[in-house]
């Protein structure tokens, strides 16, 4: 008998920086979306986004690693720092099958990157591949009935929190401690990171 293998969602992003909504979604998806766990694979450098304001990809990570701390169904990746770049998701999730073959990948999105999926490098053989879970986003409607074999709609609370949002508030002086992890945000003021 195959052995069974390990439901693990890759989200990936530049998580610039991590915030609640992030965390909230994984949680959601591991506590009732039928996941084992959830890996944060923090992106070098998105094709499809100017990265002006990105930071520093090892502070990211850190970021992100301090913001799991504790949840043992979460994990931080730096994979993709190791692809060639611009890294594509069809190859990142290639790659994680071949290094990680004990696990079955199941690809995160939100539904507005689903309106622009046939826009993604090889979107189609990625379909056919890889399994993939569509949360929702504000503004972005899906109907679940349409969507083909391979991807299913996760029913996970809306949540209208992004990182331009919470980069242009820390910029503004507010104080928006309760959208991020307390180490997280601790480590941003410290630093004076985004201000």
Request: proline share 8%; aromatic share 12%; charged share 20%.
């Amino acid at each position: 008998m195959a052995e069974k293998k390990i439901k693990t969602g890759v989200f990936g992003g530049s998580f610039n920086p991590i915030h609640i909504g992030h965390l909230a979604l994984a949680n959601y998806l591991c506590e009732f979306g039928g996941l084992d766990e959830v890996w944060f694979l923090v992106s070098p450098h998105n094709p499809l986004k100017a990265h002006d304001d990105l930071l520093d990809d090892t502070l990211r990570l850190e970021l992100a690693q301090q913001a799991i701390d504790g949840y043992p169904r979460f994990r931080v990746s730096d994979f993709e720092f190791h692809l060639p770049r611009p890294s594509y998701m069809v190859h990142t999730l290639d790659k994680l099958r071949e290094t990680y073959p004990q696990h079955a990948f199941h690809l995160i999105i939100g539904s507005d990157n689903w309106k622009v999926f046939n826009q993604w490098h090889e979107s189609e053989r990625l379909l056919t591949e890889n399994p993939v879970l569509i949360y929702p986003r504000p503004g972005f409607p899906v109907d679940p009935t349409s969507l083909p074999q391979n991807v299913q709609w996760a029913d996970a609370p809306l949540l209208d929190i992004s990182s331009t949002f919470i980069r242009q508030s820390l910029r503004n002086g507010k104080d928006i401690r309760f959208f991020l992890p307390p180490t997280v945000y601790q480590t941003i003021i410290d630093k004076h990171l985004y201000s």
